[in-house]
């Protein structure tokens, strides 16, 4: 069990410090020897995990739709809204995230099959919205489909512009500007009345996630002791 967690720890320290080096050098220009001397690991750990910078970068796009898992709620469009904004947030430091992003918009590469990163969000949107639908949450009207690839495009977007214009520090607000405005035509009018579209939220639910993942990490070694000491 302990090899195990190692192997699940460099993992994912070999994947934030390629995520790292995507943010600031695009797929193109990326190197595996940058790679390896951020992560502090061997070739032979990377190339343990991952066969090629392709491999490489295309685990960073699916750890970025992973990583997004926000607290159950009541409403399941409020899960919509509380993932965008947690995203939002990450965005700002995240390496995951911000990697992830300039992989999936960039221009200019063939070499990389960005479809992947749209494809895995819309999936995921979609199945958001469909819980939604089926609580009586969404207007009859609304398709599904369209309606997750409108989200994810418009995000797309906003994110971009953001990045621009202030390192993505106004992003969140963007996002509830973009909710604002799109919401009264997918929620039924008693639901969206009940969703909190505030643009600090992202950092809120983002710090409690992380509370809740150290404290699940402590348990976790806590009952590892107990094994060996028992």
Known sequence: MAQQDRAIR?????????????????????????????????KGALYFHFASKEQLALAVIEEQVVDIAVEPQTIKLQEFVDSGQVLAFRLRSDPIQRGAARLAVEQGSNHLDRKQSMLSWTR???GLLNDARSRGEVLESVVVGETAELFVGAFAGLQ??????????DLSRRLTV???HTL??????????????????????????????????AAGADAEVDVVTG
């Open 160 to 169: 971009m512009m953001s990045q621009a214009l202030t390192n993505r520090a």
């Open 184 to 217: 009264p035509s997918i929620a039924v009018p008693a639901i969206l009345a009940k969703l909190n579209l505030d643009s600090e939220r992202g950092a809120q639910l983002n710090a409690a996630l992380q509370a809740k993942t150290v404290a699940k990490a």
């Open 10 to 42: 460099t993992r994912r320290v070999i994947l934030e410090a390629a995520a790292s080096v995507f943010d600031e050098q695009g797929y193109d220009r990326a190197t595996i020897a940058e790679v390896l001397e951020r992560a502090g690991v061997t």
């Open 124 to 126: 995921f949107v979609e």
């Open 178 to 180: 973009f909710f604002e």
